[in-house]
């Protein structure tokens, strides 16, 4: 690992058709609007080829996303090597990169057939837990080896949801002094729930969180904790999986939508098709508004969207410079659908 001499090198991009976007409120970096979330490109639930996930990348960075966000956990390490190579020939100052620690890569001998983790990849390594301080050093060294880089720009711990007090205790303080040595420029933690982060809100200095499906049209329950905490401190938040999974994807969610990677419950693909009822009588539709939703609040600097090739790549983007009408927003309050104190986006 280097210093990180070009760090902070986002503040020198300029518009030019790309999606920049809001800078992290205590750190000099600048997010776009819409990222990617490259869980995909390690093969979640079935496999791409290679060029599939070179095409995706390739296809984000013309429609102007710079703000790339992968794991060891994503096909163990597979979402790293395809996105460090994708990334290989572009100026690595013009885009930011987030991976994630807490889980190393161990070799099986032998290996296995297949993960067992939701990637459709061969099992060759197990994940093992350690947020221990040589654990993180060694995670983000082995992520950089990956991805043929000297640097990421941000640290996520990523779902210590059972480990909290090893998290204060020894990986929290290793990833302070990793900042302050300039290794990475901002740290932070990515989970699937809001009160973890809240309470690292409270008791740490990080600057970024990524909440998955907790800030969504469909769930607002982070604004009863999180977001205020956030908006007080500081601290930006990447909104991701802003389509629960699949259940606000499509203009229509079906009955056998998913929601939380599992099944769809019924009552919330009733709820789901009546917000897209609202939007579709207000002339727009229910993955259109979910992709602009997030954004209104003002902690959120990034909506984080998963891909598999460029058409989805093409079709996010377009949903997302299409806009909303402005009327949606008191219609879906005034049904109960949104939350009265939620911000909704003004333009």
Known sequence: MTDGSARSASDDAKDNGVLWARPLPKRPLRLSELSLGCAQLGN????ITDEQADATVDAAWEQGIRYFDTAPHYGLGLSERRLGAA?????????????KVGRLLEPLSPPGMLDDGGFDVPATHRRVWDFSRDGIVRSLEESLERLGMDHVDIAFLHDPDEHRREVLDTAYPALEDLRAQG?????????????MLADFARHTDMDIFMLAGRYTLLEQSALDDLLPLCKQGGIGVVAAGVFNSGLLSRST???DARYNYDNAP????????RLAEVCERHG???????????LAHPSVVSVCVGARSADQIQRNIELFRLGVPQDVWPALKEAGLVRPDAPVPST
């Open 266 to 273: 019924r009552e919330l693909v009733a709820r789901a098709r």
């Open 253 to 255: 969610p079906e009955a």
């Open 284 to 294: 727009t539709s229910l993955p259109a508004v979910a992709l602009a939703f997030p």
């Open 44 to 47: 979640l639930y079935r496999a």
């Open 183 to 195: 290794v990475v420029s901002a740290i932070g933690a990515g989970m699937n729930q809001t009160a």
């Open 87 to 99: 990334l290989s020939g572009r100026p690595r100052n013009e885009y930011l990169l987030s991976t």
